[in-house]
């Protein structure tokens, strides 16, 4: 290693995104380290090349807050089903249900709930099936952003 060159290294069970992972959300205190440790590296990367530090590393506004608008909902609904007879899938983020997908009543809920939970770019505190009117799962996670309050 050249001289003035550090190598970072993730604290102890914190994996890097190329590691398969094995659960869905790391606890806020991993997480939070995580961050640190990044914030840390590119606040170094700017002094080593005799940059100013930006402030943007620190900046914890959530860019996709859609309180202040610039957020969109589709809703995916399989031919020949409707809301009241198929399958839903939903989220939950702060405090407000939104429909991701409608399905045929048939199919396995838990499949498309994780597929949603893998792909889903917002923070989320639930996602939710409905055959119809009645919830039949959820999965509350807990999402920097969101706020496991808004689940009643």
């Known amino acids: 290693m050249a001289e003035g060159t550090r190598r970072l290294r993730f604290e102890e069970g914190i994996r890097p995104s ?4 094995i659960r869905l959300f790391a606890p806020a205190t991993e997480a939070e380290t995580a ?3 990044l ?8 002094t080593r090349t005799g940059n100013p530090v930006e402030a943007w590393p ?12 610039g957020f969109a909902n589709a809703t995916v609904i399989s031919a020949g089903v409707t809301r009241e007879t198929g399958l839903r899938i939903c989220y939950v983020m702060f405090g407000q249900e939104y ?7 048939e199919e396995d809920p ?3 709930m994780l597929h949603l939970l893998s792909k889903i770019k917002v923070p989320i505190s ?3 099936a409905y055959r119809g009117n009645e919830m039949i799962d959820e999965i509350v996670v807990t999402m920097r952003g969101s706020s ?3 689940i009643s």
């Open 18 to 21: 190329w590691v398969p992972q």
């Open 35 to 37: 961050i640190t440790t």
């Open 39 to 46: 914030r840390d590296a590119i606040k170094d990367m700017y």
């Open 58 to 69: 620190d900046d914890d506004e959530d860019a996709v807050d859609p309180r202040k608008g």
């Open 99 to 105: 429909e991701s997908e409608v399905t045929h009543p």
């Open 110 to 112: 838990a499949p498309l």
């Open 126 to 128: 639930a996602v939710r």
């Open 148 to 150: 496991i309050r808004e």
